[in-house]
C-alpha cells in the first residue's frame, strides 16, 4: 500500500479558501485514480471530487463549482481547492488513490473546519 499524507487543512472563514495537498509515498502513475472523501461526525464518508484513470473528473454536488481537484504526477501529489467554503464543509477530509491493479490507499485525514 502507499502511504499518503494530508495538509492544509485548519479553521477559515465562511467564504474563504483553503488549499489541501496529498503526498505519497510511491508513483502515481497516469492510470491510477486519486480522489479526495470527506467524513463529518456523525456521516459516512463520502466522495468529494475524483480523477479517474481517464483523467475525468467527477464531483459531489454539493461542491460543484467551488472544489477543483488536481494532480502532479512529476512530484506524486493530488490537491484540492477549495473556494467560497460554506460551514457544512466542515469535516475531516480524507486523500484516496486506487493504483491500476486496484489497491486502495488512504491517508490519515486533515480536519477543515468552517466557522465565523
Known amino acids: 500500500q502507499m502511504h499518503l499524507v494530508e495538509s492544509g487543512g485548519g479553521l477559515v472563514q465562511p467564504g474563504g479558501s483553503l488549499t489541501l495537498s496529498c503526498t505519497t509515498s510511491?508513483?502515481?502513475?497516469?492510470?491510477?485514480?486519486v480522489g479526495w472523501y470527506r467524513q463529518a461526525p456523525g456521516n459516512q464518508r463520502e466522495l468529494v471530487a475524483a480523477?479517474?484513470?481517464?483523467?475525468?473528473?467527477n464531483y459531489a454536488d454539493s461542491v460543484k463549482d467551488r472544489f477543483t481537484i488536481s494532480r502532479d504526477n512529476a512530484k506524486n501529489a493530488v490537491y484540492l481547492q477549495m473556494n467560497r467554503l460554506k460551514p457544512e464543509d466542515t469535516a475531516v477530509y480524507y486523500c484516496?488513490?486506487?493504483?491500476?491493479?486496484?489497491?486502495?490507499?488512504w491517508g490519515q485525514g486533515t480536519q477543515v473546519t468552517v466557522s465565523s
Open positions: 510511491g508513483i502515481i502513475f497516469s492510470q491510477d485514480s
Open positions: 480523477i479517474a484513470s481517464d483523467w475525468s473528473t
Open positions: 484516496h488513490h486506487r493504483s491500476f491493479w486496484g489497491e486502495d490507499s
